[in-house]
């Protein structure tokens, strides 16, 4: 994940960066969902960064810059590969929209190639789920992706964080945003196996 932690101190200055262009389009834009700051990482609801982070650092792609007010990277997955866009919005995870539409425009992303990877509550813990299009399910960084998207109809890699044995809002709220509880070994199994999942979604073969 070294890709993206060696901006991760910039978090501030690239949540006020601008759209410029990446040079070229690519085949799929993936989009990782959570927070930028120390002070949610590790945490269920950033889930989402840390798989695309590890799939970027396992393709070899450059060091992630300041653009469409996120981190991005972009290159081949391998010699024979699909071009990938990764983005991690900077915007908080309610206002991802605002990163990841401006990237698909400049990219010239259709919408059935644009990936979300988000945490899913309604999933099992290590469970990891592909679909294309679908509900929202309250998640918030869906909301705001379909809203400045357009439509629903993109791809999302679903990666299991549990539910608590509640449906008080702010008891949801604080799982989600907690630090996990299983080992680390647990949730490293679980970021791998979703990143694997986004592998055989775009038919990425890692980088040699």
């Given at each position: 994940m070294g890709v993206f932690?060696?901006?991760?101190?910039?978090?501030?200055?690239?949540?006020?960066?601008?759209?410029?262009?990446?040079?070229?389009?690519?085949?799929?834009?993936?989009?990782?969902?959570?927070n930028?700051?120390?002070?949610?990482?590790?945490?269920?609801?950033?889930?989402?960064?840390?798989?695309?982070?590890?799939?970027?650092?396992?393709?070899?792609l450059p060091r992630a810059k300041k653009r469409y007010a996120g981190l991005y990277t972009d290159g081949r997955t391998g010699p024979a590969g699909p071009r990938v866009g990764v983005l991690l919005p900077q915007t908080y995870m309610n206002d991802s929209g605002r990163s990841a539409g401006p990237a698909r425009g400049a990219l010239g992303v259709d919408l059935d190639r644009v990936v979300a990877i988000h945490d899913e509550i309604d999933l099992p813990f290590g469970r990891v789920e592909a679909r294309l299009g679908g509900g929202l399910a309250g998640h918030n960084g869906l909301k705001s992706l379909k809203r400045e998207l357009g439509s629903a109809d993109f791809h999302r890699?679903?990666?299991g964080v549990g539910r608590p044995d509640s449906t008080d809002p702010e008891i949801v709220s604080a799982h989600v945003l907690g630090r996990f509880r299983e080992s680390g070994d647990e949730v490293g199994a679980l970021v791998e196996g979703a990143a694997d999942e986004l592998e055989r979604?775009?038919?990425?073969?890692?980088?040699?």
């Open positions: 932690r060696r901006e991760a101190a910039q978090a501030k200055e690239a949540r006020q960066g601008g759209g410029r262009g990446s040079g070229g389009k690519v085949d799929w834009l993936i989009v990782g969902l959570g930028p700051g120390g002070e949610y990482a590790r945490t269920r609801h950033n889930v989402g960064f840390e798989v695309a982070a590890l799939a970027a650092e396992r393709w070899g890699i679903r990666v979604l775009i038919g990425a073969a890692p980088a040699l």
